[in-house]
């Protein structure tokens, strides 16, 4: 299976490819933080960072996309432009009928390191020896897309929500229910309990 995690943010965002290997293993693709310069206005950012994310489905086809879940944070301003970035990848996934997932960073934290309180630092070491590459990617926000990529490998491995390869026709995908899983696990656990409760 292919994953493109996406660290969403206006003015970085990060992207990063994994394939995902037996026994819980890994192999990088790619990665890359797309930038957009502060001094543009907010819908010419949004446009750059959509032709980006385009080009990388095109290039690399993933199967699922899993993107950080946007939370809560004194600063307004960066709050808003990562939910702006958050929310335009999910679009682009949803358009070509890819699955999409989202991760909160403690998720991903404890996922990489054993600790939903790891610093990027820990993180980034972590990325580096589980894809077994020769020097850490950088800046943070490509080890954290790296990140969030392993984490859904790990964790999310795809729901019957978003299963690789089904229903990637969005009409298709829209009818049958699937519109990518924004759930957490508990989320999807707790609507998996109503669903059976009916």
């Given at each position: 299976m292919r994953i493109l995690g996406v660290d969403p943010g206006l003015t970085r965002c990060g992207l990063g490819v994994i394939d995902t290997l037996p026994a819980r293993k890994a192999k990088m693709v790619a990665v890359d933080v797309l930038r957009t310069p502060s001094a543009d206005s907010v819908d010419l950012?949004?446009?750059?960072?959509?032709?980006?994310?385009?080009?990388?489905?095109?290039?690399?086809?993933?199967?699922?996309?899993?993107?950080?879940?946007?939370?809560?944070?004194?600063?307004?301003?960066?709050?808003?432009?990562?939910?702006?970035?958050?929310?335009?990848?999910?679009?682009?996934?949803?358009?070509?009928?890819?699955?999409?997932?989202?991760?909160?960073?403690?998720?991903?934290?404890?996922?990489?390191?054993?600790?939903?309180?790891?610093?990027k630092k820990q993180v980034t070491s972590m990325v580096t020896r589980i894809l077994g590459l020769d020097a850490p990617p950088k800046p943070a926000d490509a080890a954290d897309a790296l990140a969030i990529a392993i984490c859904h490998s790990w964790r999310g491995a795809l729901s019957a929500q978003s299963t690789p390869g089904k229903n990637k026709d969005l009409t298709e995908r829209k009818a049958g229910g699937r519109q990518g899983s924004g759930l957490t696990k508990a989320q999807q656990q707790w609507a998996e309990a109503m669903r059976r409760a009916r």
């Open positions: 950012r949004l446009g750059a960072i959509a032709e980006a994310f385009d080009t990388w489905l095109d290039t690399y086809r993933p199967d699922v996309v899993a993107i950080e879940r946007v939370f809560a944070r004194n600063d307004v301003s960066t709050i808003m432009g990562t939910a702006q970035a958050s929310g335009l990848t999910m679009g682009l996934a949803a358009r070509r009928g890819l699955p999409v997932a989202m991760h909160t960073p403690s998720e991903v934290k404890a996922a990489i390191t054993g600790s939903g309180r790891a610093d």
